[in-house]
């Protein structure tokens, strides 16, 4: 029994991985053949520029080589097609990595994913979509993930906020869309959101509203407290909040004529109490927070397609950024959880702690260059200094001494007599 068991692991395993499919991957592993398969729109006759390259810092050389925004405040938009399919009945996985470098200020790094029908040339920011995902950071109020979804015609974004990563490392970066309705954001192949798409978006209208007949009795008390009725103000409470001066003088001159009845000013009344209030008590017709009754919304309709997308087939990126400098890479479009996360740890998970190690060694040279340059400056100013107090010393040596000519001045019999 435990040998059929075994076997039937093994078979199972085969059958998942031969039903996994990859839609899209693209690691620009061949040099310039991506300019074959990406199209930059024209729309604008201004989209940014992107260059191949790795960075100044990465994990490979090679393998860490992504596409790269190369001109600041600038627009970009371009997009590869791929064979059309549908995520019906299966998962849809979307993973890439993005790396700000130029620690990003204020732009996109998120891509978006087109029905097949997209005419690229003419792709734009108003270009409908079905997904649009990944992280968006300006300034420091935005700093989120972006997950929107369009249903018939309209885009809807999430209503959780999902933190994004804003330093100058390689992310990973993962959406999970499944059949049931469910996803999953991860981040560095790490899980940071979850749910339902019908919780986290308002996608569909409410299932229940409030009751539009109903309304709260007249006699229904929700005051948890009212006022004792047995509680009374005591005597002597009722004291002013402030008071005339009793120090205060009228100043010898001043005139009533010209300035007016003399008043002393007001300071505030060490007696004063405050406004008086009866203590509180339970209040015993107390009946509880009246809850609005809900039915059932008339314009509910339950639709357990929300997930589906019926003709996938491009992968754009079209996005705006102040300063450029942002590397794509490592794009991923599959219906293969395991698949997608094992693609990540090949590609990202292998070069991120080198990546890392070769950022922290340039920015431990600039930083001994820093010290270098500033040590320079303040020896040069020292020996500035230096040569000011020799040459100041050497005028007052000067002025303290009588010249030769001073000693001619003097006649022979006042040296005489010195």
């Not at 005339?244 to 009845?261: I, L, N």
């Not at 002025?399 to 001619?408: A, C, L, V």
């Amino acid at each position: 029994m435990r040998v059929a068991v075994a076997i039937f692991s093994v078979f199972a395993s085969v059958a998942v991985t031969i039903d996994a499919t990859v839609y899209f991957k693209e690691q620009f592993q061949d040099g310039d053949a991506w300019k074959s398969r990406w199209l930059v729109s024209k729309h604008k006759t201004d989209y940014g520029e992107w260059k191949l390259t790795a960075g100044k810092f990465y994990g490979d050389a090679e393998a860490d080589k992504g596409l790269q925004t190369s001109q600041d405040a600038r627009f970009y938009a371009m997009s590869s097609r791929f064979e059309p399919f549908s995520n019906e009945g299966k998962p849809l996985v979307v993973q890439f990595t993005v790396k700000h470098e130029q620690k990003i200020d204020c732009g996109g790094g998120y891509v978006k994913i087109f029905p097949a029908n997209l005419d690229q040339a003419a792709m734009h920011g108003d270009s409908q979509y079905y997904i649009m995902f990944g992280p968006d950071i300006c300034g420091y109020s935005t700093k989120k993930v972006h997950v929107i979804f369009n249903y018939k015609g309209k885009n809807h974004l999430i209503k959780k906020e999902i933190k994004c990563k804003d330093d100058e490392l390689t992310h990973l970066y993962t959406l999970i869309l499944n059949p049931d309705q469910t996803y999953e954001v991860k981040i560095n192949n790490e899980k940071v959101e979850s749910g339902t798409l019908e919780d986290d978006w308002d996608i569909l209208p409410a299932k229940t509203i409030k009751d539009p007949e109903a309304k709260k009795p007249e006699d229904w008390d929700d005051r948890p407290k009212i006022d004792d009725p047995t509680d009374t103000k005591p005597e002597g409470w009722e004291k002013p909040e402030n008071i005339p001066d009793p120090d205060a003088k009228k100043p010898d001159d001043w005139d009533v004529d010209m300035d007016g009845e003399w008043e002393p000013p007001v300071i505030p009344n060490p007696e004063y109490q405050g406004e008086w209030k009866p203590k509180q008590i339970d209040n015993p017709d107390y009946k509880g927070t009246w809850v609005h009754p809900e039915i059932d919304n008339p314009e509910y309709t339950a639709d357990t397609s929300i997930y589906k997308f019926d003709n996938i087939g491009v992968l754009g990126l079209d996005l705006w950024q102040v300063k450029s400098g942002t590397i794509f890479d490592n794009f991923l479009i599959g219906d293969d959880v395991k698949e997608a996360e094992e693609f990540g740890n090949e590609t990202w998970g292998t070069t991120k702690e080198p990546e890392k190690k070769m950022k922290d060694a340039q920015e431990e040279e600039e930083r001994k260059a820093r010290e270098e340059e500033e040590k320079s400056k303040k020896d040069t100013a020292d020996d500035e200094g230096d040569e000011d107090e020799e040459e100041d010393e050497s005028k007052e040596e000067e002025e303290d001494s009588p010249t030769e000519e001073g000693e001619e001045e003097i006649p022979m019999k006042d040296k005489d007599e010195l």
